[in-house]
């Protein structure tokens, strides 16, 4: 049980950076393997990154590999994604998303994820 809110969405530069924040609230937030996921208008729902309970492991799409980082305090209940070097194409909806699913680090499956927050808007200008 854990509810998440994303902040940190805004409009951008090309080349510009932005830092999204998801605050969890509920106990336990260090059992939670986290992710993102962004949506474009018209487009399907597209994994962005993925991070251990732990923190250790990460996962990213090639798309936003090498420009993103996803990381997590859990001691704050807190995810975040680091974005650099923001291109047009990264303009979307983002949204994190949790799950307690049992044996797994990281995943890129949306219907993995059981909890998922209202998603905030990044949009970059080219």
């Known amino acids: 049980q854990v509810q998440l809110v994303e902040s940190g969405g805004g409009l951008v530069q090309a080349g510009g950076s932005l830092r999204l924040s998801c605050a969890a609230s509920?106990?336990?937030?260090?059992?939670?393997?986290m992710g993102w996921f962004r949506q474009a208008p018209g487009k399907e729902r597209e994994f962005v990154a993925s991070?251990?309970?732990?923190?250790?492991?990460?996962d990213y799409a090639d798309a936003v590999k090498g420009r993103v980082t996803i990381s997590r305090d859990n001691a704050k209940n807190t995810g975040y994604l680091q974005m650099n070097s923001l291109k047009f194409e990264d303009t979307a909806v983002y949204y994190c998303?949790?799950?307690?699913?049992?044996?797994?680090?990281?995943?890129?499956?949306?219907?993995?994820?059981?909890?998922w927050g209202q998603g905030t808007q990044v949009t970059v200008s080219s």
């Open positions: 991070i251990s309970r732990s923190g250790a492991s990460t």
């Open positions: 509920g106990r336990a937030f260090n059992r939670y393997v």
């Open positions: 998303a949790a799950t307690s699913t049992s044996g797994i680090l990281t995943s890129r499956a949306g219907a993995v994820y059981d909890y």
